[in-house]
């Protein structure tokens, strides 16, 4: 019997009520212009990325909102062809998303639940799952942070860096199949008040994606990671790689700022840890 059944989650454009309308640019969001930039940036990058791994053994479930328009769920129809571990559900906005994920983990007999977050504009390097699995270790419940990775600025200039980044949004958790609750039981940011939780360092397994609509992350790389390789790991080929390569931008001092910014904001992350800030209730 197989001990774990392992689900990447990734929500896609479900409306919530508690949100802007706007990105930071103040750009409206869910009309058919911002889909149809979304949908791009899905399909270049994240959909290639996860279609690219070596281990094969997962689920992805993607959920859309019920109100998401025709043409765009024909191309969804179509994801679903090329990546039979690509499972495309509609629910009707953010307050039907959590009850929806846990109501289908509960159909699994599988002894272990292990679950994966990963936005809908962001990127896994070809060995994430094998690497995610291999911690598994029979954990009534751990969370997981891959605190290593890359960030790619894709608008309106290409820059690739290193990035670390201690509680990311790229969390996994391993729990008993007991009324399991999913990764998605907690924002992000909540994760790192888990006692609970192991990193992973030293192996780049994720890429952040900035662009024009990001709401709140900003380019923070240093270092000059090898172009072809790293976008080579992700999936990242043909026509959309050269595009990115040939508005490619260099920048020695920038790295160097950056460098000190994730040095300094890390320690300082840990240290508010380690004095009892962050504590889950």
């Known amino acids: 019997m197989q001990e774990f059944q392992h689900i990447i989650i990734t929500r896609f454009n479900l409306r919530n009520h ?21 949908f791009d940036l899905f399909e270049n990058f994240c959909y290639l990325s996860v279609r ?20 765009f769920r024909e191309r969804i129809s179509e994801f679903e062809r090329r990546f039979p571990r ?7 906005g953010m307050d039907t998303f959590l009850p929806e994920v846990q109501q289908r983990l509960a159909m699994y007999k599988t002894p272990y639940i292990i679950t994966s977050r ?19 270790a029979h954990q009534t419940y751990l969370a997981l942070y891959i605190i290593d990775g890359f960030t790619l600025q ?11 980044h201690l509680y990311n949004p790229f969390i996994t958790l391993i729990e008993e199949n007991v009324n399991a609750k999913s990764v998605w039981d907690r924002t992000h940011s909540d994760w790192k008040k888990e006692k609970l939780l192991k990193r992973i ?5 994720w890429m952040s994606v900035i662009h024009h609509d990001n709401k709140v992350n900003e380019y923070h790389g240093f270092g000059t990671p090898d172009f072809e390789e790293t976008l080579m790991n992700f999936g990242i080929r043909g026509a959309k790689k050269s595009e990115l390569r040939a508005l490619l931008t260099h920048s020695k001092r920038l790295s160097f700022k950056y460098w000190c910014e994730a040095v300094i904001y890390n320690v300082f992350k ?12």
């Open 201 to 205: 360092k030293g192996e780049r397994l």
């Open 270 to 281: 840990d240290f508010k840890k380690a004095i009892g800030l962050y504590s889950y209730k």
């Open 154 to 164: 894709v608008q309106p200039e290409v820059r690739l860096g290193f990035r670390r």
């Open 18 to 38: 508690q949100w802007s309308d706007r990105t930071k640019n103040n750009t409206p969001i869910l009309t058919e212009s911002w889909l149809e930039d979304r």
């Open 86 to 92: 690509f499972t495309a559900l509609f629910v009707d």
């Open 118 to 136: 990963l936005d809908n504009d962001d990127c896994l390097h070809k060995d994430y799952v094998q690497m995610v699995q291999q911690q598994f």
């Open 52 to 71: 690219n791994q070596t281990n094969i053994n997962f689920q992805w479930w993607v959920f859309f909102d019920t109100k998401t328009p025709t043409r």
